[in-house]
């Protein structure tokens, strides 16, 4: 069951942004974390950017300082504002709206929505 729903992907060009947005079931939007992932082709599916529903953040190394995770209450939605990217940014971002622990529940990943980086 789809709890998440991913939209704002596209293509863009190194050293330019773009703005993720994961609309999140009312119903479990203040149960559990937020968080984004993303696979690229032949790696396995890491974290990016996590945010509690206190509003505490998690950002990957490789994207701190460049990517900003944030939440709006009133829309049940979760943004990953993404700037100065990088081709190696390319890849299928995923919200899970159901983040236990530093673990995302299975049954909540979303369909992805394509980011590339290229000139």
């Known amino acids: 069951q789809v709890q998440g729903v991913e939209s704002g992907g596209g293509l863009v060009q190194p050293g330019g942004s773009l703005r993720l947005s994961c609309a999140v079931s009312?119903?479990?939007?203040?149960?559990?974390?937020t968080g984004w992932y993303r696979q690229a082709p032949g790696k396995q599916r890491e974290l990016v950017a996590s945010?509690?529903?206190?509003?505490?953040?998690k950002v990957a190394d490789s994207v701190k300082g460049r990517f900003t995770i944030s939440r709006d209450n009133a829309k049940n939605t979760v943004y990953l504002q993404m700037n100065s990217l990088k081709p190696e940014d390319t890849a299928v971002y995923y919200c899970n709206p159901g983040v236990v622990g530093d673990e995302p529940l299975a049954r909540y990943w979303g369909h992805g929505t394509q980011v590339t980086v290229s000139s």
């Open positions: 945010i509690r529903s206190g509003g505490i953040t």
């Open positions: 009312g119903r479990i939007f203040s149960l559990y974390a």
